[in-house]
């Protein structure tokens, strides 16, 4: 695939990822406003809920990948091509990584202890 | 790259250049996202700690109680905000919606007061 095509790709992605956060913000908001107050009880039933624990693990996905996106932009804006760049977008794809690793882990750990 | 482009008059002047509207919200767009996502973190850190047991859920709650921690939380705000509605104006241009001049000026503007007003709303309900 072209360079060209890689970019519309990842600007789809930068789109459809936005829409998810928009509509999961909207509804988590609602949700946890109009069925408050929460305690520990209540919060971890939530997150271990199935449907609201994949929503979640989606939410995710969709916010480590709009960030990507997103750092990535500014890095390709403002650090000029070279090994400087090439650090930093490493870095981000290394953070993104290990944050992505991360939330997997804080999900599947609520859902079986 | 041709050498050409190096030719170009370069003016940097961050105090004398005047950004439209337009160019007001989407900078904020850009300086939001990015403090969003130096938060990812801190947001995993939290839901962590939420999640580990009753003790560690009124620590995270607990945050909110300190002073610095509420006034800290109003930029949080803005950022999330100011990102939300200027991202959903960006949605809307995407589906060639609100492209005119004009009009882009006014929504900018619009994007730019809802991004306050919820900021000037979360403080007002934590401080």
Known sequence: MSIRAQGLRTWLWQRLSAAYLAAFLLFSLAGWILAGPWDYVRWRALLTDPVYAVATALFFAALLLHGWVGGRDIVMDYVPAGALRFAALTLLALAVIVMGAWAVVILLLAQVT | ?127
């Open chain 2, 1 to 127: 790259m041709s050498n050409n482009n190096n030719q170009r008059p370069v003016f940097l002047n961050l105090f004398q250049i005047r950004l439209p509207v337009t160019g007001v919200a989407s900078i904020a767009h850009r300086i939001s996202g990015a403090i969003l996502l130096l938060l990812v973190p801190l947001l995993l850190y939290g839901l962590q700690l939420s999640l580990r047991g009753p003790e560690d859920f009124a620590r995270v709650t607990g945050w909110l109680d300190q002073t610095w921690v509420r006034l800290a939380a109003i930029p949080v705000v803005w950022a999330l905000a100011h990102h939300f509605f200027a991202g959903i104006r960006f949605l809307l241009m995407d589906l060639d919606c609100g492209l005119n001049v004009d009009t882009a000026r006014v929504s900018a503007w619009l994007v730019l007061a809802a991004g306050a007003v919820t900021a000037l709303v979360a403080a007002g309900c934590l401080l």
